[in-house]
């Protein structure tokens, strides 16, 4: 029976390759070793082979290769330009399912310069729209993450990520969705639907249910067009940096910099990294001082620390505004730190100039390596609070990788290609000095557990809340070291479950661990998955734990 069975499967699935090949086209339609083995790759080390790869060119493709799916039970798993690092990559949560690329869906469709929006297509990068706005000469900047130039806009929305500019809560600044439903159906959420709408991306809400939460981290529907929402170029940005000297007084900062959070001075995303996040950004691991273990004894780590003028906790953030509105922000800032130990260091564009040719003059004493260090950082984030991407971020991902950086890097970085090992885990905390503190100690006690550096970042995503993102770097040429990361990994997000500090975005490897209990939520997911795709047939065990244990 298994046998007929599985003949029946494999002449299914046959006939709807051919039937999808001419929609597509017989060159985006992959099913060669070399294409499936890219698919496969991971920075989680867990590779999820596909079926095949499909890379239609719009949104009636992919409705026509949706509608024949669901004729043939074939799953299918869509990415916008398959670059989530560290949580999937381009991987299904299961093997065996057709991958819809939609990288060339690359369209800008639209900028309103008045209005200060883009509607744009899954395929369109940080680095195309950044590209786009400057060449076209519009005063407008996109918000960028730190994932690299070539990652997709619509991707990192559909996963709620964020970024650094006052615009940085990505989800709360798009409206508009085109979404293709699991029976080939195109819906348009918000007032898109009315022909004659003047506002479909202006007012997210529509009239009636608010759909289009149901669209990110879910497998309901593939969004294949959306508006996002632009910043208007500001008269003034200041970046700034605090140095906190000790691990403990990082609470009182925090607490310090919550009220101007919440009044609206510091309109940005705050950015928290501990030492080893600032020290990763620079070098590689250093392997000849560790000839064993992932992990730097306190000695080495304090060495590397002091060289680099690197201190327990940096705090990064930047000023928007008018040059008074500025002003005013930094004299806020500069009050609310006075009774902590930390001092803000302000960066402009003139303070980089000057301490570029400082660097310069001082050649290759370490004073000047510093200063030039502290220089291209300053660089890299001033670009990142302007809307020019930047793949420098990345850096920390290669940290144990046995070559290192590549010659090229940060140009086409591209963790899975170069054989990254990376995991995150994403608590969400309050915004109190005490609960980073907490989430803190019991990440770290893990990663001392299992062996290896605490990669900690703490961003003050909105008003109220801090979006941690705990990195477990490893080599994944030693298989010994890869199953200790996992493990890790898994400890450290069990535990924040258990604390209270639910992840607010999980990597495929962790889907099934979503419904611990059985609760009422998942159920209610679960039913309008099957009034939406009653065969199961998009993105099977994506935020859908029940399926995701079942698929292993």
């Not at 479909?200 to 608010?210: D, K, W």
């Not at 170029?233 to 607490?255: G, K, R, S």
Request: one cysteine or more.
């Amino acid at each position: 029976m298994t046998n007929l069975s599985e003949l029946h499967g494999a002449l299914e699935h046959g006939a709807a390759l051919e039937a999808m090949a001419a929609v597509v086209g017989a060159a985006h339609l992959l099913a060669d070793e070399a294409t499936l083995a890219t698919y496969a790759r991971s920075t989680a080390a867990r590779p999820v082979r596909p079926l095949a790869v499909a890379r239609p060119a719009n949104a009636a493709e992919v409705a026509e290769l949706v509608r024949i799916a669901g004729a043939h039970r074939l799953a299918v798993y869509p990415v916008s330009t398959g670059k989530n690092w560290g949580y999937g990559d381009a991987c299904a949560v299961g093997a065996g399912q057709l991958i819809l690329e939609l990288s060339r869906m690359n369209r800008i469709v639209q900028v309103d310069p008045e209005l200060a929006y883009a509607v744009i297509e899954p395929g369109v990068t940080q680095r195309q729209l950044s590209d786009f706005l400057r060449e076209q000469g519009h005063a407008l900047w996109a918000d960028c993450t730190g994932a690299g130039p070539d990652t997709s806009y619509i991707g990192n929305i559909m996963e709620r990520g964020f970024g650094h500019s006052p615009y940085g809560n990505r989800l709360q600044h798009a409206a508009g969705m085109q979404v293709v439903l699991a029976n080939g159906e195109v819906l348009e959420t918000g007032f898109g639907h009315y022909r004659q709408a003047r506002a479909a991306h202006l007012f997210p809400y529509g009239v009636g249910p608010f759909l289009d939460g149901l669209f990110t981290q879910s497998n309901m529907g593939i969004v294949t067009r959306l508006g996002i929402w632009l910043m208007p170029q500001a008269e003034c940005v200041n970046h700034f940096l605090c140095n906190v000297p000790t691990h403990a007084d990082i609470a009182q900062v925090v607490d310090a910099l919550r009220p101007l959070r919440l009044d609206g001075t510091l309109r940005s995303i705050l950015h928290i990294g501990n030492d080893m996040r600032v020290l990763s950004g620079g070098r590689v691991f250093p392997r000849a001082d560790v000839p064993e273990g992932a992990r730097l004894s306190p000695a080495l780590r304090a060495t590397l620390c002091e060289a680099g003028g690197i201190q327990p906790w940096t705090v990064s953030g930047a000023l928007y505004g008018s040059d008074a509105q500025v002003a005013a922000a930094r004299s806020a800032l500069k009050r609310a730190l006075r009774p902590t130990p930390a001092r803000a260091r302000f960066v402009s564009a003139r303070s980089l100039r000057l301490g570029a040719l400082a660097g310069r003059l001082l050649g290759p004493t370490p004073i000047g390596r510093q200063l030039r260090a502290r220089v291209a950082l300053g660089e890299s984030l001033f670009e990142m609070n302007r809307g020019v991407p930047n793949g420098r971020f990345l850096a920390g991902a290669y940290w144990r990788r046995r070559g290192g950086l590549p010659g090229s890097f940060p140009e086409a970085a591209d963790p899975a290609r170069d054989n990254c090992g990376l995991l995150w885990v994403s608590p969400v905390l309050p915004l109190r000095g005490a609960d980073l503190l907490a989430v803190h100690a019991l990440a770290e006690a893990q990663f001392e557990r299992h062996g290896f550096d605490l990669f900690a970042t703490f961003s003050m995503i909105n008003e109220r809340s801090l979006g941690g993102v705990l990195t477990v770097v490893y080599d994944k040429d030693d298989p010994e070291e890869a199953a200790r990361a996992r493990a890790c990994h898994d400890a450290v997000f069990r535990e924040m479950f258990e604390a209270g500090y639910i992840p607010y975005r999980v990597g495929n490897h962790s889907m099934a661990a979503l419904d611990p209990v059985g609760d009422s939520y998942w159920r209610t997911v679960a039913a309008l998955k099957a009034a939406l795709d009653p065969h199961g047939i998009l993105a099977p065990g994506r935020y859908d734990p029940g399926v995701a244990a079942r698929l292993g």
